[in-house]
């Protein structure tokens, strides 16, 4: 971890790297605009031969692309260090083009046991039944990548740090064994985001985010974003147009907005995480603290080698008795009691949000499932805003101690 100047190679780029001068565009305007237009006309028939025939066209029919969204996937592509981006409507429209372009059936993907439910769900409910297969095995395990992949496997998927335990995933071992094997890597990089982790400084070949989190940043756009070689990712536009997973342009115009500020919001929410962190492992209310950058973490090692910061995202395992009932009760307790956080699901806005994570998959997973993904009954996942790190930290010392207060029940 080099959390020297980390700021400085990418303010500069997130301010101008959308546009690029030599290409003769018009960028008198410093806000890009916004083009709601569904359709754009042709001044001759040979120009739209051209449109129709161009991939990537960005002035033909919204569908296949416009110009906002252009410009955003050019800065995008470059945050990553790659050579192309594709905007989606969503991270899971990203993850389903990508999915969908890259596998058919009678191929076999490897996955990770823990994975965003969204995409969890593709690999356990969707692929199968469209006969590809998936093996699922423990990401801090690199072997049991290695040992679980076949002559048929197209595609290793990986998720690092993954919800809501932050483990991680050995980027540089798995890419590296793929590619002696001729098997396309494909990592999403939403919690750590490009400031923190680039996948493809390790040989990743496929880097995809939920730009609804930290490249967005606001807490007010739906949006994905998949990046890789032009090629590759042309495979995927592909497929987004017979999808329909194309982002709407003023999305597009959003999260050009958020990414102006990426850098330094990141890096306030990487010393919000921190901070709040080295606050949880001292509280006595506080079993286990769970964040990369911690030298408590199991994979620290690994962090400090592939991650510049531990990201903004930690959780935490409350003390509250010895049953897993009263474990679940206190952290329900903790999480009403705080008035400056906010209890929602989503991270990397501006604002501090935290969730129960066994109220949250109660529904979807079975008490096996949850063991299995680290989630004990008084866990709760924290990803840091940019609030004031003093303030944070007051609040969660009051809500921690509203454990102690006799009467409280189950609100
Ligand atoms: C939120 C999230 C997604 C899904 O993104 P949406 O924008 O909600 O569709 C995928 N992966 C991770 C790690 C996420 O946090």
Not at 26 to 34: N, S, W
Not at 47 to 58: K, T
Request: proline share 4%.
């Amino acid at each position: 971890m080099d959390g020297e100047d980390f700021l400085s190679d990418l303010q500069s780029l997130v301010i101008h790297g959308d546009y690029d001068a030599s290409e003769g565009a018009d960028e008198t305007a410093l806000a890009p605009a916004i083009y709601p237009a569904s359709t754009y006309s042709a001044r001759s028939l040979d120009e739209f031969a051209r449109m129709a025939n161009q991939p990537r066209h960005p002035r033909y029919y919204a569908r296949y692309g416009n110009p906002t969204q252009e410009r955003c996937e050019r800065l995008l592509a470059r945050l990553e260090g790659m050579e192309a981006a594709l905007l989606t409507a969503s991270g899971m429209g990203a993850m389903s083009t990508t999915l969908f372009a890259q596998v058919r059936a009678g191929d076999h993907v490897v996955a990770q046991t823990t994975h965003y439910m969204g995409t969890a769900q593709i690999l356990t409910d969707l692929l199968p039944g469209l006969g590809v297969e998936v093996t699922r095995v423990d990401q801090r395990d690199t072997d049991a990548f290695f040992a679980a992949t076949r002559e048929n496997t197209r595609l290793i998927v990986v998720e690092t740090p993954s919800n809501p335990t932050l483990a991680l995933t050995d980027l540089a071992a798995i890419a590296s064994f793929a590619k002696r094997r001729g098997i396309t890597t494909l990592a999403d990089n939403t919690f750590a985001s490009p400031v923190n982790q680039r996948p493809r400084d390790f040989g990743i070949d496929l880097v995809l985010h939920s730009a609804t989190k930290y490249l967005g940043g606001h807490s007010d756009l739906i949006a994905g974003v998949v990046c890789g070689e032009a090629s590759a990712v042309e495979r995927i536009w592909e497929r987004a147009i017979m999808l329909g997973t194309n982002v709407s342009p003023f999305n597009a115009f959003l999260l050009l907005r958020g990414l102006r500020t990426l850098p330094m919001r990141v890096a306030r929410q990487n010393e919000n995480a921190l901070a709040l962190a080295r606050f949880f492992e001292t509280h006595p209310a506080v079993a286990r603290v769970h964040y990369p950058e911690l030298e408590s973490h199991p994979q620290h090692a690994l962090a400090k080698r592939q991650m510049r910061r531990g990201g903004g995202v930690l959780s935490i395992e409350l003390k509250g008795g010895d049953s897993d009932e009263q474990g679940f009760h206190a952290a329900r307790i903790f999480v009403a009691a705080l008035k400056m956080a906010r209890h929602a699901v989503s991270l990397g806005g501006v604002e501090t949000l935290v969730v129960h994570a066994a109220s949250m998959w109660e529904a979807s997973l079975t008490p096996e499932q949850m063991r299995q993904a680290g989630i004990s009954p008084s866990l709760v996942r924290i990803a840091a805003g940019l609030e004031n790190a003093a303030d944070l930290c007051a609040d969660m010392t009051q809500a921690l101690s509203a454990q102690a207060l006799p009467g409280n029940g189950d609100r």
